[in-house]
């Protein structure tokens, strides 16, 4: 692994290969790493505010959970996601310099879209350049009440798109992954016979959405894809003969950062990592973050060199112009425009 751009040969960044590939082997850190200026939104189970890669980009912390105060993140899923875009410490993110803000709607597991949208609402009213929504949920386009609540997401989401803000969603993560942008389809995978499905947000328009790539650039397994994805990006696997023999490969797995009053896992613990990080499958979760980050940078790099922010349109452009082919090709149904690589974008601005 190439690191010349910076020091960063450790028992933890030897790992984070799916970090190497959107930065280019962090080549992209020699353009642009962020900084406060510009902020990114994370609307997920919370984060752990003292994890030491994380506490030095927080700037806030909200809960959305109605009758709960506790910004803890006993998920430990947005402390993950908090990691891909700006950790900064033991594991690096993709701006690990940028500004992150934890927006909590996860009760437990449970999660109410009525608390994502005011989420939503609350971060553009606060904002924020980016959002991040690493979540999703499956509606039916045929029940009344789901298009009550589609129509309350495009608001929100429109609303945030007025306020100048990028969104970004995960294209959503099954055991299988399914096409989400044919509704009958959909319905059909879901079992659900004579419907017409809808993945929230991930199908909306406004919305940049990202689907997950492994090690060999192909689309994950798990990863949902469709028309509705703009952009792919690495998230990791369990390595090309989990399938067939069920052997799984760790280099092929992502490094996330985990809060670290939650208990480690033993492959963690018997590699010689401190509490605070853990080996996962992936998943387009931990692929959207990226996406996040590179349009964060992008922000503030156009912003610094023209003494302006760029409009949301603008910097979908610079992320899709930047995107580099999978390894199926120029598939969009599985990769939208290609895979994310913020140094070519980086590049692309000035130009």
């Known amino acids: 692994m190439n690191n010349k751009a910076i020091e ?4 933890y960044e030897v790992w984070r290969w799916d970090i190497d590939k959107v ?26 505010q003292n994890h030491p890669d994380l506490k030095d980009n927080l700037i806030s912390s909200k ?25 900064n410490g033991n594991v690096k993110g993709v701006a690990p310099k940028i500004a992150i803000a934890s927006y909590k709607v996860f009760d437990g597991n449970d999660c109410n879209s009525i608390w994502v949208i005011n989420a ?62 044919n509704p009958f389809n959909l319905a059909q995978e879901l079992g659900h016979e004579k419907d017409l499905g809808i993945y929230l947000p991930g199908c909306l328009p406004n919305v940049i959405t990202v689907s997950a790539t492994n090690k060999d650039d192909k689309l ?4 949902n894809y469709g028309y509705n994805v703009g952009i792919a990006s ?38 010689g990592l401190k509490q605070g990080y853990e080996f996962i499958e992936g998943g387009t979760s931990i692929a959207a973050p990226k996406v996040s980050a590179a349009a964060a940078l992008l922000i503030l790099e156009y912003n ?19 995107a580099t082919p999978g390894a199926e090709g120029s598939n969009p149904l599985y990769y939208g425009k290609g895979i994310l690589n913020v140094e070519n974008s980086l590049k692309l601005i000035g130009k």
């Open 220 to 223: 994950a397994s798990y990863s």
């Open 63 to 87: 809960s959305f959970v109605p009758g709960s105060k506790s910004l803890e993140d006993s998920l430990g899923h947005g402390t993950m996601v908090a990691g891909e875009i700006s950790a």
């Open 304 to 322: 610094e060199k023209y003494g302006f922010k760029p409009s949301v349109l603008e910097v979908e452009k610079l992320l899709y112009d930047g």
């Open 120 to 181: 939503i609402i609350q971060a553009a009213n606060d904002n924020m350049d980016v959002i991040n929504l690493s979540l999703g949920t499956y509606k039916s386009l045929l029940n009344k009440n789901d298009l009550a609540m589609l129509l309350a997401y495009k608001r929100a989401i429109a609303y945030a798109q007025s306020k100048n803000c990028v969104v970004v969603s995960a294209s959503g993560t099954e055991s299988k992954g399914m096409d989400i942008s």
């Open 23 to 48: 930065t280019n082997n962090r080549e992209s850190y020699k353009i642009q790493q962020g900084n406060h200026k510009v902020k990114v939104a994370i609307i997920d189970s919370g984060i752990d």
């Open 234 to 271: 690495p998230a990791g696997d369990y390595g090309p003969n989990w399938t067939t023999q069920k052997i799984a490969n760790l280099k092929y797995m992502a490094l996330v950062t985990y809060p670290t009053n939650l208990p480690q896992s033993q492959l963690s613990s018997s590699i």
């Open 8 to 11: 960063l040969n450790n028992q």
